[in-house]
């Protein structure tokens, strides 16, 4: 799936130029072929930034093989916060730039989403190249230029730098906790909400679109779903679809230079759970979990509230006017949609939490986040942004279908 994808990425976002990424592999034993792919292109000085976790999961495996290849080779650890977790903050950033050795010629992520978050802002300002190695098929960040930062106190996506290349070794998959994989499949569910949201965009505020971008998500997402079952057994076959198909996912974004069709309302509420968490002090959850879990309540409010456009009652006459004009649309994309009660289902199935109490966030954040979620990002129109655009505005959680 990948290689024919990745053929399509350059064609229809890249205008037939190389992509960026100029290696990447999803197989058994990647780790091997990294010493000779870094030989190859004549690093000599090796940084990897890694944590307690990923040092046992690929970082020991790592060092022994470059000991092998006579290849010099330092280790970072990213330091672990009060409740034992690895956070992209100014103090972790800072510790990554005071350890990392000037000499350092390629940076070597060995992690999951954080990991790679810290490592691509050191990369883009230290202006040394990284590669990418995921412990994990947690996120679809590995491949995109965005690193979320936590700045201030506040969750901030700053433009780094892409890896030059990605060994996703499949054996090393396989042997994270299967609350990884859920994540990662949670963080694919959101496709589903996100592309409606573009194509919301689209019709309404006539945003910039990429039809096929647009489709290859939905297309990785459905090969997700029809993969559950070995994704949730922790087969190397599904593990495989699920890892490509978050590394489609992030140059899908890197190649536009905007995450548009993977994060759409669903996001929102998961950044706005965060923040909270974030100002309370309370441990963090998985980003594909919470994402997952907010896919089902932003379908389960779209079907209720989107099956008639033409009359949600939006003051503003452009917008009402494109409703109408779009109604079969907008109905058509909302009868694909996934139900909320299949995304729990498929979400219990591969072993991720399916509401949102189980990860500790109650009604009532739920009932916030959904009333000031959309303020996070002004300038994008979702459905959600529609709803609070019009007369109704968000109903109480969980929901009941609007009375018109």
């Known amino acids: 799936m990948l290689k024919q994808e990745l053929q399509n990425l350059s064609e229809n976002c890249y205008e037939g130029c190389p992509l960026p990424v100029e290696h ?10 990294i010493t000779g792919y870094v030989r190859e292109k004549g690093f000599h000085n090796i940084v990897i930034i890694e944590d307690t976790n990923t040092k ?7 060092e022994q093989l470059f000991s092998d290849a006579n290849t010099a080779l330092e280790t970072v650890l990213a330091p672990e916060n009060e409740h034992g977790q690895v956070t992209a903050d100014e103090r972790t950033i800072m510790q990554m730039f005071v350890q990392i050795p000037e000499h350092t010629d390629c940076l070597l992520a060995v992690g999951s989403g954080t990991i790679h978050d810290i490592t691509r802002f050191v990369s883009a300002k230290m202006k040394i190249p990284f590669i990418s190695v995921p412990t994990a098929a947690s996120v679809d960040g590995f491949t995109s230029k965005g690193a979320p930062l936590i700045l201030g106190g506040v969750k901030q996506t700053v433009q780094a730098a892409a890896p030059l290349a990605v060994f996703a070794d499949v054996n090393v998959l ?21 592309v409606f949201d573009w194509e919301i965009s689209r019709l309404i505020a006539e945003e910039t679109y990429n039809e096929w971008a647009s489709r290859a998500m939905q297309r990785a997402w459905s090969t997700c779903r029809n993969e559950a079952e070995r994704i949730a057994q922790g087969e190397e076959e599904g593990l495989r679809i699920l890892m490509e198909s978050l590394l489609l996912s992030g140059l899908v974004m890197m190649t536009l230079d905007h995450s548009r069709p993977a994060s759409g309302a669903e996001h929102h509420l998961s950044h ?11 441990k963090q959850k998985l980003h594909g979990a919470k994402v997952g879990v907010a896919t089902s309540i932003i379908s389960d409010l779209y079907k209720g509230y989107f099956t008639k456009p033409e009359e949600l009652p939006v003051e503003e ?17 909302i009868g694909n949609m996934p139900s909320s009660s299949e995304i729990r289902e498929l979400l219990r199935k591969v072993g991720g939490p399916e509401l949102p109490e189980e990860l500790g966030i109650h009604h009532e954040l739920v009932q916030e986040s ?9 300038h ?7 709803l609070h655009m019009s007369g109704w505005g968000v109903p109480s959680y969980p929901f009941t ?4």
């Not at 706005?272 to 309370?282: A, Q, T």
């Not at 006459?317 to 994309?333: C, F």
């Open 24 to 33: 990447m592999e999803v197989e058994k034993n990647s780790l091997d072929h």
């Open 56 to 62: 046992k999961a690929a970082g020991d495996k790592m």
């Open 174 to 194: 396989r042997g994270a906790p299967q609350e990884m994989a859920a994540a990662g499949f949670g963080d694919m569910a959101a496709k589903s909400t996100s």
């Open 272 to 282: 706005y759970w965060e923040l909270i968490f974030l100002k309370e002090g309370r």
């Open 317 to 333: 006459p452009v917008y009402k006017r494109r409703l109408e004009e779009h109604a079969e649309t907008i109905k058509h994309w």
């Open 370 to 378: 959904l009333e000031q979620a959309h303020h996070l990002r002004e």
């Open 380 to 386: 994008r129109y979702t459905g959600l942004k529609m």
């Open 401 to 404: 279908k609007q009375e018109t």
